[in-house]
């Protein structure tokens, strides 16, 4: 049993120590990512499928193995269909960090302070205003700030206006007789590119049921690109804020001042 035991040992590698590390990163992340969504029912279900599938080959239970295998046989290509909102958070996450830490180790090797933030209060003040007032008068709308515009993802699906953003100009658009209202204005560098814009809707099942479309529609779109929401409720007049698929709720208008300083 000793010499069993001292055999084992002597085949396990460094490497194979590194393989089982990175592994267990690669399922926490995968499982950070689709916690609390339908997506983990739909992995259980694949799991339990594949797992039968064991099973009946190791009985030699010939029939039932060659049904279950031309399932497996396309089952790569379905699970990338099914999960590419989960893939392309996950490659997103990924190359996010990458990109903040290549940046922190470039301004550390050149032995340079980074810029200071840029201010942006005069441009933030007419979104804050806007929202102030649509809090007031419970107006239903949702902001969504990026850093580039994608015109194949938010032109096709919204109104173009390419106009620079001002109190009077959000206040019309999500008038509730407008017929822009429905929908997100979208708004890059300032200026608001497009109105009624659709977005993903996040599937995740631990939002307050008291979330509606524009909540979801905030949360889906900061889960899938680097986005960040706001969201006036219609019903209540509060204010939320979401990024990253989290979101802060109850703000006040100076709160949010605060957080879009330092977000934009």
């Not at 949702?142 to 001002?166: M, N």
């Not at 407008?178 to 939002?207: K, N, Q, Y």
């Not at 929401?229 to 979401?242: N, W, Y």
Request: glycine share 6%; proline share 3%; hydrophobic share 45%.
């Amino acid at each position: 049993m000793e010499g069993l035991n001292f055999d084992l040992l002597q085949g396990f590698r460094l490497l194979d120590i590194i393989d089982v590390f990175l592994v267990a990163v690669i399922i926490y992340y995968v499982y950070s990512l689709i916690k609390g969504t339908i997506a983990v029912n739909i992995l259980i279900g694949v799991a339990l499928f594949y797992g039968i599938y064991l099973i009946v080959k190791q009985l030699e239970m010939r029939l039932l193995t060659e049904i279950f295998g031309g399932f497996i046989s396309v089952g790569s290509i379905a699970l990338i269909v099914v999960f590419q909102q989960e893939i392309r958070r996950f490659l997103l996450h990924i190359g996010k960090n990458i990109s903040l830490r290549r940046k922190k180790f470039f301004w550390t090797f050149l032995g340079a302070k980074k810029t200071a933030h840029q201010d942006h209060t005069e441009q933030i003040r007419p979104i804050i205003e806007a929202c102030r007032s649509m809090s007031r008068s419970r107006t239903g709308a949702l902001l969504v700030f990026s850093k580039y515009f994608d015109e194949e993802y938010y032109q096709t699906s919204g109104e173009y206006i390419d106009a620079p953003v001002s109190k009077r100009l959000l206040e019309s658009i999500f008038f509730k007789n407008s017929p822009l209202h429905d929908g997100a204005a979208v708004i890059v560098d300032f200026r608001v590119m497009t109105a009624s814009s659709v977005l993903p809707l996040s599937d995740s099942e631990d939002l307050p049921p008291q979330f509606g479309l524009r909540h979801r529609a905030a949360i889906g779109v900061t889960e899938v690109s680097e986005a960040i929401a706001v969201v006036v409720s219609e019903e209540t007049g509060e204010i939320s804020f979401a990024k990253d698929g989290n979101v802060n709720m109850n703000l006040s208008p100076e709160e949010l001042e605060k957080i879009l300083k330092e977000e934009l």
